[in-house]
């Protein structure tokens, strides 16, 4: 209870006395940060010995009177309920597969001073596609808010270092699938997808298969993360 202690006073420090006016009556962020860590604790999954992964992606919702309380401080509340969830998280060697994130949003079926918690694990995604290459793509990989583009010979996603698209993902293999891309002699692009011998394969729009052909909106997924195929039109960089 120190750390929440802790928490507490430096929020009413940050915010001065319109943090108690504002709050009074609703839900408190020193029950919110509790709630949080208990997140953490109750979805922890053991990857090892020494290794315990945890949620990355929370979005408190609130009843619409409390979120509009909290509006004016939402940023700062939000950033300080991020540090106050990676403190725990280290003092209880957890890990995090991607940053962590903080998101309030309104519930109409919360009444004033209740709030309810959603936590998903989601993988922090690299590449070294840049933003015009992006941009100029006829199709790309949309995976966790990020996006990749699909051009010719195609690409590798995988965990490790040489894949081409890096998810860090516990259930996500070194290099775990390759998305094959050609041009038909229409011009067309046409878009393969193959599992590259991994642990724990492939589902493609929800089918567990090892290679198959993919188009628009085709949905891949990998370990506990899903990305989606997009193709653009030819002038979308116009």
Known sequence: MAGLSKF????????????????RSAVQPVEIAAALQRECDNNAQILSRDRRLVPNDFHVELSPPDLERLAPYDSAVASELVNQVKEHAEQQSYMFP??????FESAEDLTTGRFRIRSRAQAGVTSNATHT??????AVLEVNGTRHPLHAPGLVIGRGTDADVRINDPGVSRRHIEFLVVSSPAGDL?????????????LVDGHRITQTGVRDGSRVKIGNTTMTVRVVEEDADV
């Open 133 to 138: 290459q992006v941009r100029r793509a006829r």
């Open 8 to 23: 507490e006073r430096k929020l009413e420090q940050m915010i001065s006395g319109a943090f108690a006016k504002a709050f």
């Open 190 to 202: 046409e878009i393969e997808v193959r599992d590259l011998n991994s642990t724990n394969g492939m």
């Open 98 to 103: 991607g940053p962590v994130t903080i998101d």
